[in-house]
């Protein structure tokens, strides 16, 4: 027999569809996000000139042949600027993904299975006690970095926040009617846990994942500023840290670490106001 589901849940949907097209934080947000995501396309198939490549004077400053101007060895700094939107966006997402994966389940787990409930938190509340930057720095002393293992490591550190949330979600549905008639209904419980329970958060689901890939970038930003990042990966972190080795601003060469620099903080923001805006038009639902 399949569950009753509580009429709030309906809506999602619909709801959804309404924050996009009536929110103006919504469509701000997701505006800055494609703008992003055509962008990583894009490089795909095509840049200016190849990002490695030197193919002007040094420290050019912007200009309609080069938009951004060119670094300390001549390299197009727009070039480099569309290749790094890849791998910024890629590792932030995925690191998103693992995040929500990690504490979707362990949040349902623990306020699903009582038993559980008590040693799954404990051992979130020691992960939200741990310094993530200091340790992703030791751990990438011993661990040769990549975007892979980056975004393993910050998924560890980031699924404890999630969780807590989530199961304070699932603990207040295990007393509505939907659950009582699934359990008397013999519905499997990892069917309810994964199933119902994920259904009736997914809101709360969405708006965290969103949190989750602005602070994975940022994340991934801090620790490709201080080098410890993957040294052929031009993602914008990386860009901003080898301005600041070469003295870019002491150069005059302003625009070098500028652009990459704004377009993380413009990527984060735009992400954050999707995520307020959703949080908002699902908290009546």
């Known amino acids: 027999m399949m569950t009753i589901e509580p009429k709030r849940s309906r809506g999602f949907t ?28 894009v490089s795909l198939v095509y840049t200016p000139y190849p990002p490695l490549s030197s193919v002007g004077p040094p420290f050019s400053s912007p200009s309609a042949r080069y938009l951004f ?15 790094g939107t890849r791998s910024t966006l890629l590792v932030g997402f995925f690191a998103a993904l693992l995040t929500a ?29 741990i310094p993530a930057l200091p340790l992703l720095i030791v751990v990438s002393a011993f661990i040769s970095p990549s975007d892979l293992v980056e975004a393993i490591l910050i998924a560890i550190l980031s699924w404890a926040g999630m969780s807590r949330v989530l199961r304070s979600s699932v603990l207040s549905l295990k007393s509505t009617q939907f659950v009582e008639v699934a359990i008397l209904s013999n519905v499997p419980s990892y069917k309810i846990m994964f199933v119902d329970m994920i259904r009736h958060t997914l809101a709360l689901i969405l708006a965290y994942s969103l949190f989750a890939v602005g602070g994975a970038i940022l ?37 070098w670490p500028l652009f990459p620099g704004l377009s993380i903080a413009i990527l984060v923001s735009g992400l954050a106001l999707i995520a307020y805006g959703l949080e908002a038009a699902f908290k009546n639902m």
């Open 219 to 255: 994340t991934i930003a801090s620790l490709d500023f201080i080098g410890i990042g993957p040294v052929t990966d031009y993602s914008w972190g990386s860009m901003i840290s080898l301005a600041n080795d070469n003295s870019a601003l002491l150069a005059g060469a302003w625009w």
């Open 69 to 83: 101007g060119t670094n300390n060895i001549g390299q197009d700094v727009f070039s480099q600027w569309m290749y």
């Open 101 to 129: 994966v990690m504490g979707v389940y362990f949040g349902i787990v623990a306020g699903y299975i009582g038993r559980l409930d008590e040693p799954l938190m404990r051992v979130a509340d020691v992960t939200l006690t």
């Open 14 to 41: 619909a709801i959804l569809l309404r924050a996009i097209a009536k929110r103006m934080d919504v469509k701000v947000g997701i505006g800055i996000l494609l703008f992003f995501v055509v962008l990583a396309l």
